[in-house]
C-alpha cells in the first residue's frame, strides 16, 4: 500500500477490516461490517491485480500511475453493497497513428455481494440500478480485487485514440498525417472508403 487517507465526513470511519499489500490486498471481512457504512480511500499497486499486469504484459497499456479507490461498505439485510470509484492512468498506443499518449481511466460502480450459499442457482436477483454489478463470496471475507479489476478494464479502449481527429497514418508512406501532408495520392483509397460508406445490405 503505498497511501492512506482517512475520510473526514463525521458519521463514517475506516473499515477496520482492510487488508492491503501483495496477496491481501483489498479484503475486508464481513463481521466487522455493521451498522454504519465504513468508508476508506487507499493507492494499490497494480501488482497486486495480476488481471491488470496480464494486459500490461500482453501490450495493451501501461499503468502509469497506482489505483486510487475510494469505497464505500455497507450492510444491506443479508447482502453487502460496495459502492466505489477508481482512478489511474494508462499509456495508450493510438490504433490510428500508433503514436503512444497518455489517458485517465475513471469509473464509479456498485458491486451488490451475496453469501454464495445464499442465492438460489435458479434464480436471478433483480437489480435496480443499471450499472449495479452483481457477485458472490464465500466464508467471512469478501475480496474486492477481481471487481475492481474488471472495472478498470473495461474502462480501457479496445481501439484508443489520441484524439478523434486523429488522421492516423499515410497507407501509401506511412507519414504521420497529424503532422505532415505527405503529398501521396490515396485517392483510391478515398474512393474504396466512399463505396463501402454506400453499400447497404439487403435484409
Known sequence: MTGFFLDKAPSLYILGGF???T????????????DKPKVFSVEEPVEDYPILLSSQDAG???????LKLWLTVTREFDHIRVNGRVETRVLLDCSRCLAGFEAPVVSNFTVFYSREADVPQDEEVELAEADLVSATYRGDVIDLNPEIAEQVMMEIPLKPLCNEECQGLCNKCGADLNK???????SDLNFKMSVLKSFKVNK
Open 60 to 66: 495493451e497499456c501501461r499503468f502509469v500511475e497506482p
Open 180 to 186: 505532415v501532408e505527405c503529398g501521396c495520392d490515396r
Open 23 to 34: 496477496g491481501d490486498a483489498m479484503k475486508v471481512h464481513v463481521e466487522e461490517i455493521k
Open 19 to 21: 487488508n492491503a499489500g
